[in-house]
């Protein structure tokens, strides 16, 4: 059993969804980042998607774009990323899904990116841009390394496309609650809660839901048909609002502390 699919039975026998929230790597800058996951940690994390920045992040909206180029300006790299999972990985004690667009694995080269993230500690990768029947090497390499690989389903897959992800999918499947890019939502789609419960029947791995949940309430309507609930863009903008703080890691603990409450009730 991987360590993500661990974490998965370990909720499931609590009796709650996991927790999974997401920073972009390096933002404000590589140094911080690793206090970042503490904290995300120290609040109730139970898996961290680590975003690796990439200069066309077209699935990701406004928060995360700005994120990204902060994180790029600073000059956070993939082979920085991977120094600072190997060195944290063991202290924070929670599984780590690098969150990546395709090209910057691409250009490292398959092989090398699985054995290297594999050695880093790294447990499974997200490639956001990449559908599973385009993964003819991708999937066989991470399988080779143990890593895990998620892929997406949203509210426009099929049925034929939801068993394709099902099939490649290991640690979870990661639901996008809408259609289009990421970013913090008032109000949750009024569908999502019918169409997560009943792929959630359907599905053998667990399931986690993302894309615009930001509120207490709403990680716990989701919690409710989920396995997993997954808050990006609200983490990610409280950073962009006090990166220059030396109170942020804190921050950032108070803030996850406060979204995971409906889990530990």
């Not at 590589?30 to 609040?43: F, I, N, Y």
């Not at 894309?211 to 409710?224: D, K």
Request: net charge neutral.
């Amino acid at each position: 059993m991987s360590a993500i699919a661990g974490v998965f039975e370990r909720c499931r026998a609590e009796k709650r969804a996991a927790f999974i929230p997401f920073l972009t790597a390096g933002d404000p800058d590589l140094s911080r980042t690793a206090d970042l996951m503490q904290a995300m940690v120290a609040g109730g994390a139970d898996i961290i998607e680590l975003g690796v920045p990439f200069s066309d992040p077209i699935a990701d909206g406004p928060t995360i774009q700005r994120a990204t180029t902060r994180a790029l300006e600073s000059g956070t790299t993939m082979s920085g990323i991977l120094r600072l999972v190997a060195r944290h990985r063991d202290r924070l004690g929670v599984p780590i899904v690098l969150f990546s667009y395709f090209n910057p694995i691409h250009a490292r080269g398959v092989e090398s990116f699985a054995e290297q993230a594999a050695a880093s500690g790294v447990d499974g990768v997200l490639c956001v841009d990449l559908p599973p029947d385009e993964g003819g090497e991708y999937i066989p390499e991470m399988r080779r390394q143990g890593l895990d690989t998620v892929f997406l389903l949203a509210p426009t897959s099929d049925r034929e496309r939801i068993k394709k992800v099902e099939h490649q999918s290991t640690g979870f499947v990661y639901y996008v609650s809408r259609t289009g890019i990421t970013g913090a939502q008032q109000e949750l789609p009024k569908e999502l809660l019918k169409e997560s419960k009943r792929l959630r029947r359907r599905l053998r791995q667990p399931l986690a839901v993302g894309f615009g949940i930001s509120t207490p309430e709403q990680v716990a309507s989701v919690a409710g048909v989920a396995d997993g609930v997954v808050v990006g863009s609200a983490l990610v903008s409280l950073i962009g609002e006090h990166g220059g703080s030396k109170d942020l890691p804190k921050l950032l603990e108070d803030r996850c502390r406060e979204l995971t409450e409906p889990l530990r009730r």
